[in-house]
């Protein structure tokens, strides 16, 4: 069954350097369909969804870990099985020294404008990586850019509207 986010809510959750949630909020609990003492501790791909592109993935770990923000708009898995997607926006956390400490992501509601254009893009990206790898599914996703003739971060937030 596929979930939907309200409106105004915002899914929060830290984690630490390797992807252990650190701390979750009570949104985060209800869409997903965990208790806090079943997500704390655990690798925050605890909720990620099969039909998620892996480049998708490597973009935002590449982008963070060079501590820049990144949207995306992702689709989760809850541990009913349930689904919802969300449009996020992560960040590195970092000391008084520059170094990163964690990560930080914001969740919202993603558009059914944006919906409609990123859903049929991961299929292919994600038809792409089954038969190419991950590269395969990168390219699906630069070639669709330099169709649109824009980067990857003015496209996200210009379907997000």
Not at 66 to 77: G, P, R
Not at 121 to 147: F, H, I, N, P, T
Request: net charge neutral.
């Amino acid at each position: 069954m596929m979930l939907e986010m309200k409106e105004n809510d915002f899914i929060v959750s830290k984690t630490d350097t390797k992807g252990r949630i650190t701390y979750v909020n009570k949104i985060f609990m209800t869409m997903a369909e965990y208790s806090e003492e079943e997500l704390l501790g655990k690798p925050h791909n605890i909720i990620r969804h099969p039909d998620m592109p892996k480049a998708v993935f490597k973009l935002l770990w590449d982008r963070i870990q060079n501590k820049e923000e990144i949207f995306a708009y992702v689709l989760n898995k809850t541990k009913n099985g349930n689904t919802y997607w969300v449009y996020a926006n992560v960040t590195a956390s970092l000391d008084v020294n520059g170094s990163i400490i964690g990560y930080f992501s914001v969740r919202r509601k993603p558009s059914s404008k944006g919906l409609s254009i990123i859903e049929p893009l991961y299929r292919q990206m994600l038809q792409a990586e089954r038969s190419g790898g991950m590269a395969a599914g990168e390219k699906v996703l630069m070639d669709a850019l330099k169709q649109e003739g824009v980067g990857y971060d003015e496209f996200v937030i210009s379907i997000q509207g």
